[in-house]
């Protein structure tokens, strides 16, 4: 079976490399399946589950903002803002840091010259790792 080279990094670290037999995307427009041979293409990613299909089984990944390039030669690349797969997800931090960006946000509206996008992004991204989190929590325990 042909695969896809899949290659996945923050400003941080790469988060995820490995040969893939099906990579799905949350992008602006839309979900998007990769399979081997899939035409080049740029797109915008944006925050939400990222599906992984190898050899090793399916594995998810919270990602946030960013950037996927599809290349000719079977490789995917994703520059992301941050990611982090599903399995290391800390709920309970990620709760704090949701509720510390609430906090400031309702701060924020009597106060001038505060970044609110920047909060929101925040607050999205702390939501999508709680979801994904909570999410990959119960298939587990169903699995064992």
């Known amino acids: ?14 988060i995820y490399e490995n040969d893939v037999f099906k990579i799905s995307i949350p992008t602006t427009t839309g979900e998007i399946t990769i399979l081997p041979h899939h035409i080049p293409l740029v797109s915008i990613v944006q925050a939400g589950e990222l599906k992984v299909t190898s050899k090793m089984g399916e594995q998810i990944i919270a990602v946030s903002s960013g950037f996927v390039e599809i290349k000719a030669n079977n490789e995917v690349i994703i520059l992301a803002d941050n990611a982090e797969r599903a399995e290391l997800i800390d709920i309970e931090r990620a709760e704090k840091a949701r509720k510390r960006a609430e906090e400031e946000m309702a701060k924020a509206r009597s106060q001038e010259n505060v970044d609110y996008a920047k909060l929101q992004a925040v607050i999205d991204r702390e939501m999508n790792r709680i979801k994904i989190g909570k999410k990959y929590k119960k298939i587990n325990i169903k699995n064992n």
Request: hydrophobic share 45%; no cysteine.
């Open 1 to 14: 079976m042909n695969t896809i080279h899949f290659k996945i990094a923050t400003p941080e670290k790469i």
